[in-house]
Structure formats: C-alpha cells, structure tokens
C-alpha cells in the first residue's frame, strides 16, 4: 500500500471560459487540490490557449496552488512571467529544452516548483539525468494539444519506470499524469505510481463537481490500496 497523496487537478482548458473566475471558484469549493493551467503556442502544439495575463487573472480567484504545463517553443523565454502571474508549478516539456538542465533551474529560481513533462513518444530515459532536480515528472498519457483523448494505455509502463527510479533514488519526486483520465483509468495509472491527476473532461464535463472529483479520489485510492 502506498502512503502517496492523490492529488486531483482540474484542468482549465475543458472550463466555461466565459465564467472562469466561477469555474475555479467551483471546483475549488468542489474538492480540488490544484488548478491544471494548460498554455499552449500554436507551434509545439496545435492549438492556442492562454498566456500569464489570464494565469495572472486565475491567480487571484483562487487559494489553490497554480500547476501551469508549458507547451510551447522556447519556454525558457516566459518562465519568469508565468511564475510572477502565480504558477506554483511550472511544467516545462524535454522536447522543447536543448539545455533541460539550465532550464529546470530557471524555473527553480523563481520560487515554482519545477516538473518535467514528456510526450507519449518520449521514452523515460530522457529525463533520467535531471530527477534530481525537479519536483514533478509529468506524463503525457495523451498527444498534447487537445482535451477530451483516449488514454494512452502503454504509458503505464513508463509511469512504472519513472517511480522505480525515483524510489532507486531516493527522491522526492511526484509523478503528474495528464490526459484521459477518468473513473476507469486513474486506478491504473496510481497502481503504476502516479500521485497527481489532471481530468480536464472527467470534471468540467460533469454537472456535479464535487461527485467527479470524488469519484476519481475514489477509484485512484482503492485502486493503490488493493
Ligand atoms: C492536453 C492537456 C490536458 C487536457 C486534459 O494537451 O495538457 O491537460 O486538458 O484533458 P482531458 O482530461 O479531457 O483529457
Ligand atoms: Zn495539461
């Protein structure tokens, strides 16, 4: 049995955004540990989303910890922006860092805590060198870019990985899963040794906040402790 605390992040990018102070405020009062804060480039990613004005506008609507994931080119050029608007975490992805390394403690400096994301293509190995300086690893379970995919189910294997590393080590690293994540795939997604949940559709798509959120809390807990 682990002793990990779930953590449940609800992702903005599938919120009203019409009503975004509303919405936080809402999963907020709902159970949420964290707001998953999705930024996306139109270059690394398909899609567009938002910049630090609106993680800045997020920020003061909620107590709740900011967990911000970078898709973009370059990060490095608007890690600073991103921490002073409020990101409490800052996800940067190895497939946009030449120099990870400097990278992650550029965002260490500013006070974020520093994660480490990887698409589904990306093999574990690619950030086994930099585990000990990041707080998070955060495995892409879907291609980056959209709400609403399937889970990846072969990322299981990478979660397992990474918390065998990680415990090999002896550090203090969370494991963040994002995307897909629902009832039927959290429980495994936790066997494998995550501890931190993005749902993004599993929360806003539901009329009850506060029954989805329990929900997952639900099936990613029996799941480790079975
Ligand atoms: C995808 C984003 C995810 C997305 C998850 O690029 O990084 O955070 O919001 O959405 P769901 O939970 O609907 O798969
Ligand atoms: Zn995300």
Redesign the pocket.
């Known amino acids: 049995m682990s002793e990990r605390r779930t953590l449940i992040a609800p ?1 903005i ?2 919120c009203d955004f019409a009503r975004l102070g509303d919405e936080i405020h809402a999963v907020e009062n709902a159970g949420a540990d964290c707001i ?1 804060v ?1 930024v996306m480039d139109g270059h690394f ?1 398909p899609n567009i989303t938002i910049g630090p004005l609106v993680v800045a506008a997020a920020q003061s609507a909620t107590k709740l910890p900011l967990d911000v ?1 970078l ?1 973009i080119e370059s990060p490095e050029r608007y890690i600073d922006a991103f921490a002073k608007a409020g990101a409490s975490t800052v996800s940067v992805h190895v497939e946009t860092c030449p120099h990870l390394h400097r990278t992650l403690a550029q965002v260490r400096e500013t006070g974020a805590r520093a994660s480490v994301a990887l698409n589904p293509a990306t093999p574990p190995a690619a950030v086994r060198e930099v585990l000990g300086e990041v707080d998070q690893v955060l495995v892409m379970t ?1 291609n ?6 399937k889970f990846i189910t072969s990322m299981l294997a990478k979660i397992e990985t990474l918390r065998e590393w990680i415990d090999a080590d002896g550090l203090e690293v969370a494991i963040e899963v ?4 629902g009832p039927e795939t959290i429980g495994r997604a936790a066997n494998a040794g995550a501890s931190v949940f ?5 929360v806003f798509g539901a009329d009850d906040y506060a029954a989805a959120i329990l929900e997952l809390r639900r099936a990613a807990t029996t799941s480790i402790e079975s």
Not at 144 to 149: I, K, L, T, V, Y
Not at 198 to 202: E, I, K, R, Y
């Open positions: 992702s990018l599938a998953h999705d990613v994931h898709m879907v980056p870019g959209f709400g609403g995919q994002d995307g897909g994540i993005v749902a993004g559709t599993a």
